[in-house]
């Protein structure tokens, strides 16, 4: 249903592109796989202007995933963000069924992320999905930074993924000697990512051997899991979040000048009341 919904709404987003002049994005598509991941994570990084320094910058894990959304919806990025099958807030989505999805189309590529994820999951999940829209590839994804994905193109986003998140050459040079394995919180806050991802990474610098990182990694996994559990993902995001705000932007305004119905905006949108439709204008800066 979630995915039937957001190919909906990229269908829409494409005629609407083209019927105002927009052209094709060229970053669709515009790496290959045989490319060095290092190049291909610092191509986005620089497409999206929010570096590794900017993140650091960033107080928490939700002001540096808001920031990252944005910068990925100004570049012309659909990124929806749901814990919740549409508007449906008693179908939560499972965060073991899927994290993310992304759906390749030069007008209007799209990028999923389960909102049940912790934020910091969230993160890995859009960096992923940024690699499939750049690949042109487009995938249904089960993101964690993984022992072994099943699909060569998800063992490559995820290491482009990795990258993109924490640079090689930044980690190593943030690891001390000894004792690696004890610098994971703070690295993880440092980097704005999942201890997941950082004990990756540990292991890709070869800090620790692969037996080392299998046991940290299921250990913490753990740990995350039982913590998902007690506290419950975002599910209740806001209506602009869920349904992108370059989309839903482009959809009320449609709306308003005539060329979309209300009853085709409700539907994709998930709304019920003209004064939600009109609240929503407003969050997004249209003037009703």
Sequence with gaps: DTIYLCQQRQAWYRDYARSIGD???RFVGSVRRNVPVEQ?????????EFDLEARRECSTWTEALRHSIEQADDLGVLVMCSGVVGSNNQRKLDTE?????ALVD???????????????????????ELAHIWLGES????????????????VWCNRVAAEFLVPLEAI???LPRQEPLAEVPRLARRFKVSSLVI????????RIDRATFEQAYEEELTRLRALAKSSGGDFYLTLGARASKRFARALVVST????SSFTEAFRLLGLRKMATFRDLGQSLGVRL
């Design 23 to 25: 052209r094709p994005h």
């Design 40 to 48: 291909v994570a610092e191509t986005i990084r620089r497409a999206l």
């Design 97 to 101: 069924e899927f994290r993310g999805f």
């Design 106 to 128: 030069e007008y209007a590529p799209l990028v999923f992320i389960n909102g049940a994820d912790a934020k910091a999951g969230q993160m890995f999940t859009l960096a992923h």
């Design 139 to 154: 995938g249904l994804s089960d993101v964690t930074p993984a022992l072994k994905p099943a699909q060569q193109i998800e």
């Design 172 to 174: 190593q040079q943030e």
């Design 199 to 206: 004990l990756r990474r540990i292991l890709d610098a070869r």
């Design 256 to 259: 308003l000048e005539g060329q």
